[in-house]
T-cell receptor, first 114, second 106 residues
């Protein structure tokens, strides 16, 4: 079946605008993760959804960042009033059953804030 | 000090060489992942392991829970293995190492 998909693949926006990034996980995967990777840096955990449990938002860098997930399907990551330091590749991953299972990564969305 | 340390940070090799990348961590974990990130940015999950050893083709991953250490080995390396290899551990959340950049020359 299809892997994790993300859209858009690239997004260029002006500072101060809001952006919305989308992730479609693998069908049946109950766990969904968002990560960020700034240029030349490692991966940063942002937020984790598991089924109907309250999401783990401990990695969100500020209140400008929020994410939603509808059931066990698509998730959107929203960044309000974007700043230049938000420029990064935003990666989504999904896994089945528990958070301890293997994660499958999407291709990422490259966000550039001018 | 980072909770997940990888070494070396950069590694160059000639085609055919045996390669080892190391990962040490300082927190209690339930699992450890090895990821591969190609120059285009795509990430592939290579292994998830919580004990012992796993093998996929030319790749071997080992973990020693007592020593809080894992190694990723590549046998008979090839230029297409050139990528950044990332170690990540599952504690209360997933914690990533900074990666090892591998370049394999023909």
């Amino acid at each position: 079946g299809a892997g994790v998909s993300q859209s858009p693949s690239n997004k260029v926006t002006e500072k101060g605008k809001d952006v919305e990034l989308r992730c479609d996980p693998i069908s049946g995967h109950t766990a969904l993760y968002w990560y960020r990777q700034r240029l030349g840096q490692g991966l940063e955990f942002l937020i984790y959804f598991q089924g109907n449990s309250a999401p783990d938002k401990s990695g969100l860098p500020s209140d400008r960042f929020s994410a939603e997930r509808t059931g066990e399907s698509v998730s959107t990551l929203t960044i309000q009033r974007t700043q230049q330091e938000d420029s990064a590749v935003y990666l989504c991953a999904s896994s089945s059953l528990t958070p301890y299972n293997e994660q499958f990564f999407g291709p990422g969305t490259r966000l550039t804030v001018l | 000090k980072n909770e997940v340390e990888q070494s070396p940070q950069n590694l160059t090799a000639q085609e055919g060489e045996f390669i080892t990348i190391n990962c040490s961590y300082s927190v209690g974990i339930s699992a450890l992942h090895w990821l591969q990130q190609h120059p285009g940015g795509g990430i592939v999950s290579l292994f998830m392991l919580s004990s012992g050893k796993k093998k996929h083709g030319r790749l071997i991953a080992t973990i020693n829970i007592q020593e809080k250490h894992s190694s990723l080995h590549i046998t008979a390396s090839h230029p297409r293995d050139s990528a950044v290899y990332i170690c990540a551990v599952r504690a209360d959340k997933l914690i990533f190492g900074t990666g090892t950049r591998l370049q394999v020359f023909p």
